[in-house]
Nanobody, 124 residues
């Protein structure tokens, strides 16, 4: 699985950015697409996830400012719209995917894949 991430850059506080991520390759078993971020000196943390059933989950601290969506025609292309960006949002944003299968017996996760990341810098 390979990722094409784009949309990062430098933005002033209060500004907006839209990140894009398109997964390609053997994507047939992907169940979850996700965005994570990693600020300098910190661990990688969840931003948002979307499942193949369109269930979306956000980090509580980002809910309301960040919106995750999927391309209607391409299940493995996702977007992260970020509004009212603040300096603390500065980080490398990573697109990821998890293979998995949801059954009546539960969810069975598989391999995880990560993109290279795209830098988002919020500064005046």
């Amino acid at each position: 699985v390979h990722f094409a991430e784009s949309g990062g850059g430098l933005v002033q506080p209060g500004g907006s950015l839209r990140l894009s991520c398109a997964a390609s390759g053997d994507t047939a078993n992907i169940f979850v697409m996700a965005w994570y971020r990693q600020a300098p000196g910190e661990r990688r943390v969840l931003v948002a996830t979307i499942t193949a059933r369109d269930d979306i989950h956000y980090s509580e601290s980002l809910k309301g400012r960040f919106t995750l969506s999927r391309d209607n025609g391409k299940n493995t292309t996702v977007y992260l719209q970020m509004a009212n960006l603040q300096p603390e949002d500065t980080a490398v944003y990573y697109c990821g995917a998890q293979e998995g299968k949801a059954t009546d017996a539960g969810y069975f996760p598989g391999n995880e894949y990560w993109g290279q990341g795209t830098q988002v810098t919020v500064s005046s």
